[in-house]
């Protein structure tokens, strides 16, 4: 992973966890074990880059490494093998260093200070970050008004609801002005006007400030309507990373679905070259012809035109051809599910 | 050098602003610790006789009230200096802040160098009035020297610093074991109550343990400085023997840099095994 080309780089990640329980009961045997091992792979062999300017998702199920990797990239966790670059800087190597130019809120964490307010919890973890002084002053200011708490800049945090923490602590991870931010399930737990606030400031200072986020969700629409570019992460391994685009095209340009006025016979179109499966259903104008066809172009053209002249040729009335839209869930599901992948 | 005072700044800001914002909450403590002392005195008034008979027999002390009230004092030191890098840390995991710190570009130790000095210094502050209250209303005395003490105090802190950058550093990869660190800090916090120079020299095993334990010596000098004014009876002659030529002060030095170095190569090397574990910083 080239690092000019990449604010942050992570180049062949390797992390495992191993936890030891003594006295623990066997889910299966309902037995208990005097001791047990127990290995995760939360990286492997992870590679992936993020541009400036770049909102990049990483997806995955619970306990895919996620978290793991956000942590690596902020130095929290250390890699068993692996280069994490922060603007070229390894992370192991300078990691006091990077941390200036690095944002983070993590999951789940209160991250601020309660009985202190906004304003106060920015001057604190101003001076932790060496912002001091009129630029301090300035800055805080600055980034609550932009985030949206200017009006409880003076409200103990106590008192705010939980989506104005979650603005505060990205405020607070801000509070350096990094190249940099790490976003840890940001919109988790959020109300719906919340979360459309907190997703339309990062896209906001990704665009205007050039700033590089890394995001991770489990919720597919965040990172549809957020990422420029997506990695599905399942059990350590990074199983796909392209741009959002990419990724629903590469799923969804396989399946089209062909409306006919009655059902056809789904052995006759099994055997076009290019094909590889076919199913009909049954609908209120007639049938629904459903074929998966192969990802090449050339191969997938000519398969297409050949459906077309068959059901011509045997006499079937065209109503309408239809080219199956994917989610970003289905794709996520499809790579991560328990089935194939491709 | 620049981070550390801006921590400190930061820290001092912050424990400004919680106790000014929750004054009551202050008020109410410092009125406890005082209540709590003057309940102890006034016990010690009343059952004089039989404490001073039951200690006659080990000790030939007419101040051994004062020692052991001088002695709490310390020892509440003690608890409050280790327990910010016990439970403090562990509590700090719980709310988040620790993984803030952990991600500051100035570093873990530094972070709780500068926590620690902010509180010490504010511990120390509220134990002298705590002392100057509890002696002005019994109207006992005690022998400030402006020297020696600041001194004193200082050793004294380096030295609990150290044990608790240990204890730190095994809280950020067991985290349980702040719950157990509670002992840790009781057995300091009595250890402080008991030391006097007549344990040391009572068998050498004890001896020895009690000059490695951190508090133990500190506490011998400050109540050398405090009670003594540094005056000792040497074949029935009173003389004036300076702290600093006293044999605990040396074992105080040797305990600092004992502490201090293994203190801060434990935190550092655990703060590392903790990044491998992916425990630092959370719960």
Request: proline residues 2%; glycine residues 8%.
């Given at each position: ?91 192991e ?54 985030i ?126 290019g ?24 191969k ?43 | ?21 929750y ?94 000095v902010?509180g010490g ?12 209250l ?51 800090r009781?057995?300091l ?46 074949n029935?002659?009173v ?19 004992f ?10 090397m ?14």
């Amino acid at each position: 992973m080239s690092s000019t080309t990449h604010v942050v780089s992570l180049s062949n990640i390797q992390k495992t966890f191993v936890t030891r329980h003594f006295f623990q009961l066997d889910e299966d045997t309902h037995k208990r074990q005097i001791y047990r091992k127990r290995v995760v792979n939360a990286a492997m062999n992870v590679s992936f880059g993020i541009r400036r300017g770049e909102i990049f998702g990483l997806l995955g199920p619970n306990g895919a490494g996620k978290t793991t990797t956000v942590k690596m990239i902020s130095g929290l966790v250390k890699p068993d093998g692996g280069v994490v670059e922060v603007e070229g800087m390894d992370v192991e190597r300078w990691r006091h260093r990077i941390l200036q130019r690095v944002g983070v809120v993590l999951e789940g964490t209160r991250t601020s200070i309660w009985p202190l307010t906004p304003l106060e919890n920015l001057a604190y973890y101003g001076n932790l970050k060496n912002v001091t002084g009129k630029r301090l002053f300035e800055r805080s200011h600055e980034l609550l008004d932009f985030i949206g708490l200017k009006d409880q800049k003076n409200v103990q945090v106590r008192y705010l609801s939980r989506g104005q923490k979650q603005k505060l602590a990205i405020c607070i991870a801000l509070i350096a002005d990094p190249q940099v931010l790490l976003l840890d399930e940001p919109t988790t737990g959020l109300d719906v006007q919340s979360s459309r606030s907190i997703k339309d400031k990062i896209i906001q200072m990704t665009r205007e400030q050039g700033k590089s986020v890394l995001v991770t969700t489990h919720d597919m629409h965040v990172a549809q309507e957020l990422c420029d570019r997506v990695g599905i992460i399942n059990h350590g391994e990074l199983v796909a990373c392209k741009t959002t685009e990419e990724l629903l095209t590469l799923f969804s340009d396989q399946q089209f679905e062909f409306r006919v006025d009655r059902e056809p016979a789904a052995g006759r179109f099994q055997e076009i070259r290019g094909v590889r499966e076919v199913s009909t259903t049954l609908s209120a104008d007639g049938a629904v012809l459903t074929v998966r066809l192969v990802r090449e172009p050339d191969k997938r053209s000519a398969a297409l035109y050949e459906i077309v002249s068959t059901l011509h040729g045997d006499g079937y009335r065209l109503l309408g051809v239809n080219q199956h839209q994917e989610s970003l869930e289905s794709v996520f599901l499809q790579l991560t599910g328990p089935g194939p992948k491709r | 050098m620049r981070g550390f005072f801006l921590i400190i700044k930061a820290e001092i800001v912050r424990s400004f602003i919680i106790a000014r914002r929750y004054w009551f909450r202050s008020l109410t403590g410092m009125v406890i610790g005082y209540g709590m002392l003057m309940v102890m005195i006034a016990g010690f008034m009343v059952s004089r006789d039989k404490v001073e008979t039951a200690l006659a027999g080990k000790f030939d002390d007419p101040t051994a009230a004062t020692n052991f009230v001088l002695g709490f004092i310390i020892g509440m030191f003690a608890f409050s200096v280790v327990g910010m890098f016990t439970q403090g840390l562990q509590g700090m995991a719980r709310t988040g802040v620790l993984e803030q710190l952990c991600m500051s570009p100035h570093g873990l130790i530094t972070n709780f160098l500068a926590r620690s000095v902010v509180g010490g210094v504010s511990t120390v502050l509220s134990s002298s009035l705590m002392v100057w209250l509890v002696t002005a209303t019994v109207g006992g005395k005690l022998h400030f020297d402006p020297v020696s003490l600041p001194v004193l105090l200082l050793l004294t802190f380096i030295n609990l610093l150290g044990f608790g950058y240990m204890m730190g550093g095994m809280v950020l990869v067991f985290k349980h074991v702040g719950e157990v660190a509670l002992l840790i800090r009781m057995a300091l916090f009595a250890l402080a109550i008991m030391a006097r120079e007549e344990l040391m020299h009572s068998s050498f095993l004890l001896g020895a343990i009690m000059h490695a334990l951190p508090i133990t010596d500190a506490a011998i000098c400050i109540k050398y400085v405090l009670i003594q004014d540094q005056v000792r009876v040497v074949n029935d002659v009173v003389t004036q023997v300076s702290v600093f030529r006293h044999e605990s002060f040396y074992f105080l030095l040797a305990s600092c840099v004992f502490w201090t170095a293994t203190g801060m190569m434990c935190f550092k090397m655990m703060e590392n095994w903790s990044r491998a574990k992916g425990t630092l910083g959370s719960y």
